[in-house]
């Protein structure tokens, strides 16, 4: 592919590639019909053909390149169209039998394609390497314009090249994760081998056992570590009853303890009720799309220019669940859905954190942090109104740990599960302060609609901590569909 050379023209200029320095002299670049083609200067273009120069649109350049090439590389389409109109071949090819549709995949003009398509052109044209249109846009990551080949003109994007390798390959090849996805979401051969017996993913990966694979094989995946929690809880309630309110050991519970060791109690019991709810609440589940797909026309049931849901964000297609997901989804491994407003897989309830369960979750997280804290203080009032009797030679510890063996453990367990609710429970606040998911928080870089103009992070869903506080509060989510950022806008029209 290194024949394609970048052409410093208005095109470029839009990509930021390219610009002259101010105060250089900037020379007149356009000299021929090749270089009016390239710089998409139609008039010009039209006064060579007029003076005679008409055979150069049939006839390529001095290295070999045709003007429809060039008007092609840099999207123009009216250029395009005056060069088919007045003779040059839609399908001519350079020295390495490339076409203008290939230059086209380069950067991805869709609107130069149509033109070619109209005018003949055949999509699955293939040059020296076997590099066909689809293979030109894997390899520079021009996933609307593979999109738009594919769907529009039925472009093949299981071909191989000359090496056996397909679109997918080399979309995994030059790491374009856009066009990954949507050749997975098109159902792109995942395994088949090229010449050199490489699959698209390389083996490492897909034979990769992950932890809970090799212990918690099959089901208990979903099962996740709820149980452990469970029993981890119980044994903190037997150990609190056992050991510091009715322990033999220790002098009678005063009134006011035994009405904040009930207490606790209760709350260690509603606290299950919402450790049942939450682990077993449907966090926002998308109904993945089980219709049987024609393998010739994977996207006619899905209607890219007609969802209601599609922003432009490739992003938005789940190849497993097979569909259009709304943004701040996310598609969990573990639960094998698509969740909305994902948060994060949470193994201690077995269970997604997003839009449906996002509240329980977090009303859960301080009735752990209530719980807990009502237990270590009623425990550290026992261990402390203890009268001690320590011999010379004994530590305090080593009293208390003989003494009130129970009593330490529960303290110990206690205290470890209440920093670990608070770190949590900090973090959500902060996070549902701000309006942002814990993958988006983690993931921010990989997720265009995070980013500004200028690039930097900006989120588009934050109105306002005390909205987004409010929101939170009132209806357990945010409303994204009220998001009317400008941006989020163009995108839609831009799709
Ligand atoms: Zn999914
Ligand atoms: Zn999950």
Redesign the pocket.
């Known amino acids: 592919m290194a024949e394609i050379e970048v052409v410093s023209s208005d095109g470029a200029r839009r990509d930021g590639e390219e610009r002259p320095r101010p105060g250089e002299p900037d020379p007149d670049p356009v000299v021929d019909v090749y270089s009016a083609a390239a710089y998409g200067d139609l008039d010009r273009l039209r006064g060579f053909v007029e003076q005679g120069a008409a055979a150069a649109l049939r006839e390529p350049d001095g290295n070999g390149y045709h003007a429809l090439q060039w008007a092609a590389l840099n999207n123009y389409p009216h250029v395009a169209l005056y060069i088919i109109e007045h003779g040059g071949d839609v399908n001519a090819a350079d020295h390495t039998r490339q076409t203008a549709l290939h230059w086209a995949a380069v950067r991805g003009s869709t609107s130069v394609a149509d033109v070619l398509m109209e005018h003949g052109a055949r999509v699955e044209a293939a040059d020296v390497n076997g590099y066909r249109a689809v293979h030109v846009a894997s390899q520079y990551g021009q996933t609307s314009f593979l999109h738009h080949i594919i769907s529009k003109y039925g472009a093949d994007f299981d071909a191989l090249d000359n090496d056996g390798r397909s679109a997918l390959h080399w979309a995994a090849y030059k790491g374009n994760a856009d066009t990954i996805r949507l050749l997975l979401f098109l159902g792109a051969n995942q395994v088949r081998q090229d010449k050199n017996g490489t699959c698209p993913f390389s083996v490492s990966n897909a034979t990769k056992v992950s932890f809970e694979d090799k212990y918690f094989p099959g089901r208990s995946r979903k099962i996740g570590y709820a149980p452990f929690l469970f029993a981890y809880l119980v044994v903190c309630l037997v150990l609190f009853l056992n050991s510091i309110v009715f322990a033999p050991n220790f002098s009678r519970i005063t009134a006011t303890a035994g009405l904040w060791s009930w207490a606790a109690v209760t709350l260690f019991f509603a606290s299950q009720v919402m450790f049942y709810r939450v682990s077993r609440k449907n966090p926002g589940f998308i109904k993945?799309n089980t219709k049987r797909h024609d393998p010739k026309e994977p996207l006619m049931e899905i209607d890219l220019a007609n969802s209601s849901t599609w922003t432009g964000n490739w992003s938005q297609l789940?190849p497993?669940?097979k569909?259009i997901?709304p943004m701040r989804s996310k598609?969990c491994p573990t639960c094998k859905?698509?969740v909305e407003q994902f948060d994060h897989h949470c193994p201690w309830i077995s269970n997604c954190v997003g839009k449906r369960n996002k509240w329980d979750f977090f009303v859960f997280l301080w009735m752990g942090i209530a719980t807990s804290f009502l237990g270590a203080a009623v425990g550290f009032h026992r261990l402390w109104t203890e009268p001690i009797v320590l011999s010379p030679s004994e530590s305090w510890i080593h009293f208390m740990v003989t003494k009130h063996p129970g009593a330490v453990l529960f303290m110990f367990l206690d205290v470890f599960l209440l920093t670990g609710a608070l770190i949590l429970t900090g973090a959500q606040a902060v996070q549902i302060a701000r309006n942002i998911t814990t993958n988006e928080a983690a993931n921010r870089s990989r997720y265009t609609y995070l980013r500004g103009p200028d690039g930097r992070f900006r989120n588009p869903y934050s109105q306002g901590c005390q909205r987004n506080c409010t929101d939170f509060l009132i209806n357990g989510y945010s409303n994204d569909e009220e998001v009317a950022w400008p941006t989020l806008q163009q995108t839609v029209q831009r799709s």
Request: charged share 10%.
């Open positions: 993945a789940c497993t669940c569909i997901r598609h859905h698509c």
